[in-house]
T-cell receptor
Framework: GQQVMQIPQYQHVQEGEDFTTYCNSS?????IQWYKQRPGGHPVFLIQ?????EVKKQKRLTFQFGEAKKNSSLHITATQTTDVGTYFC?????????????FGKGTLLTVNP | NAGVTQTPKFRVLKTGQSMTLLCAQD?????MYWYRQDPGMGLRLIHY???????AKGEVPDGYNVSRLKKQNFLLGLESAAPSQTSVYFCASSSQGASEQYFGPGTRLTVT
């Protein structure tokens, strides 16, 4: 079945350093989505990428979708304490259904002020 | 709009007890999902629904049942709770299959 893998599992940075998390799917994806979950909170949708090679930016966050549509990355420039949380990628499909998402296990980002 | 709401927020059960978690959404979404989240395991899909009156199994359905009698509500039932079901449960909804999902605040369940 479809698998979505994320690395690293944990990342601790000093405030101001950059951060990147990587997402790899075992199958080609029609789109990839990114979510953020603050400690004690619920996942919140950040963005969806659809096109091969697509790059989107949200302020200090840069999202990329690979040319083969099997991998993606999230890069945060100059981290701030407000960036703390777990970042999940998710792709459609898995188990023969396109009605659901398969989530990666997430990357927990902690930021030392 | 309240978005996606879940009740209760916290619950402690003894092994063998039963309970129902309620999820409600006011966005007129067709698709609804139940996930459980355990440390280091990410979000695992328990059951989902593609419309009123429909349900389907996800990745970890054993020990759970669901019902979608009304479009806005999705109920998750535990008939005989086990300690392995100690987890945080999230409900989510979306307007289209596998599109952006909106999550509820979660229910923290402890089974002793």
């Amino acid at each position: 079945g479809q698998q979505v893998m994320q690395i690293p599992q944990y990342q601790h940075v000093q405030e101001g350093e950059d951060f990147t998390t990587y997402c790899n799917s075992s199958t080609t994806l029609s789109n990839i989505q990114w979510y953020k979950q603050r400690p004690g909170g619920h996942p919140v949708f950040l963005i969806q990428l659809v096109k091969s090679g697509e790059v989107k930016k949200q302020k200090r966050l840069t999202f990329q979708f690979g040319e083969a549509k099997k991998n993606s990355s999230l890069h945060i420039t100059a981290t701030q304490t407000t960036d703390v949380g777990t970042y999940f990628c998710a792709g459609p499909g898995g188990g023969g259904s396109n009605y659901k998402l398969t989530f990666g296990k997430g990357t927990l980002l902690t930021v030392n002020p | 709009n309240a978005g996606v709401t879940q009740t209760p927020k916290f619950r402690v059960l003894k092994t063998g007890q039963s309970m129902t978690l309620l999820c409600a959404q006011d966005m007129n979404h067709e698709y609804m999902y139940w996930y459980r989240q355990d440390p280091g395991m990410g979000l695992r899909l328990i059951h989902y629904s593609v419309g009123e009156g429909t349900t389907a199994k996800g990745e970890v359905p054993d020990g759970y049942n669901v019902s979608r009698l009304k479009k806005q509500n999705f109920l998750l039932g535990l008939e005989s709770a086990a300690p392995s079901q100690t987890s945080v449960y999230f409900c989510a909804s979306s307007s289209q299959g596998a599109s952006e999902q909106y999550f509820g605040p979660g229910t923290r369940l402890t089974v002793t």
